[in-house]
């Protein structure tokens, strides 16, 4: 584990295990490089090195004032990777990571990506605008970014409990220590680095770097995903790519990684090995 300090002065900080092709990890908004700890451990076993990021402004990264937006997360994420001098590496976003991901291997990953994967991903715009109509209205965004403001805490306690993992639908059981860990995740980071992160994950357009992508990409998504509807998301990303290819999980909901962590590993390692 270790940090590196960006242009502008940010310290990223990074875990870096094992040994072979690299597989780096781009967490989630509020969460951190944590929320990835069971396909890290996973893949770390398999014979893979592994490499988690936090976000500027979350998890043990510094809580910086600024550059909370795409194109600050995507170069920041290039200058760990220059720094460990990764090649031939897999690069894996969940939500936010995925918007993080496609901006990477668009603008930064040349020569250095084997692969991508795009899990319960932001990309190509959540926002709804006039180019697309099926997006979340504005409000939702306002909602959340007043949510924030008003009770940080409650908030992200509510989010986890309730949407994310899919514990608010009928007959699910809700896991307290997957609550808490999500909650502490989020307290862990920097109230204005999330609150700012809304708009980068909400409002930046990923269509152009999609088009720009040219390895292998596979892009996964839930059904049941109440944060980011896949078919807003998924079916629209997977057309941009050239050479994309879809899983949908019937029942998945956003944070599917944790819940159902056996089947996603499974098909990531399946990927990564193809």
């Known amino acids: 584990m270790g940090t590196i300090t960006t242009k502008d002065g940010a310290?990223?900080?990074?875990?870096?295990?094992?040994?072979?092709?690299?597989?780096?990890?781009?967490?989630?908004w509020p969460l951190s490089s944590d929320d990835w700890d069971t396909q890290m451990l996973f893949f770390v076993q398999q014979?893979?090195?592994?490499?988690?990021?936090?976000?500027?402004?979350?998890?043990?990264?510094?809580?910086v004032a600024d550059g909370h937006d795409m194109d600050h997360y995507a170069a920041d994420a290039a200058a760990?990777?220059?720094?460990?001098?990764l090649r031939g590496a897999v690069h894996i976003g969940h939500s936010t990571g995925g918007g993080e991901v496609t901006r990477y291997v668009a603008r930064h990953g040349k020569g250095r990506v084997a692969k991508a994967v795009l899990m319960s991903a932001v990309p190509p715009i959540m926002v709804k605008t006039p180019d697309n109509p099926d997006g979340l209205p504005m409000a939702v965004f306002d909602g959340l970014r007043s949510d924030l403001a008003a009770n940080r805490?409650?908030?992200?306690?509510?989010?986890?409990?309730?949407?994310?993992?899919?514990?608010n639908r009928p007959g699910a059981k809700p896991l307290e220590g997957v609550i808490e860990n999500w909650?502490?995740?989020?307290?862990?980071?920097?109230?204005?680095?999330?609150?700012?992160?809304?708009?980068?994950?909400s409002e930046t357009d990923f269509t152009e770097d999609l088009k720009t992508v040219d390895v292998p990409t596979l892009v996964m998504h839930g059904d049941d995903d109440q944060i980011v509807p896949y078919k807003d998301?998924?079916?629209?990303?997977?057309?941009?790519?050239?050479?994309?290819?879809?899983?949908?999980?019937p029942g998945f909901p956003h944070g599917m990684l944790t819940t159902h962590a056996g089947v996603i590993n499974q098909d990531l390692?399946?990927?990564?090995?193809?």
Do not use: C, E, N
């Not at 990223?12 to 597989?23: L, M, R």
């Not at 805490?153 to 514990?167: E, K």
């Not at 989020?186 to 980068?200: C, S």
């Open 11 to 28: 310290q990223i900080f990074f875990k870096d295990w094992g040994q072979g092709q690299p597989i780096v990890f781009h967490h989630g």
């Open 47 to 63: 014979g893979y090195r592994v490499v988690g990021i936090d976000r500027r402004g979350h998890g043990r990264s510094s809580q």
């Open 80 to 85: 760990v990777v220059d720094h460990l001098d």
């Open 153 to 167: 805490a409650q908030f992200y306690r509510d989010v986890a409990a309730g949407p994310f993992y899919g514990f």
């Open 183 to 201: 909650w502490r995740q989020g307290m862990t980071g920097g109230a204005k680095a999330h609150y700012d992160g809304i708009k980068a994950f």
């Open 233 to 249: 998301a998924a079916l629209r990303s997977v057309a941009f790519l050239k050479r994309g290819t879809l899983k949908i999980y």
């Open 269 to 274: 390692l399946a990927f990564v090995r193809d």
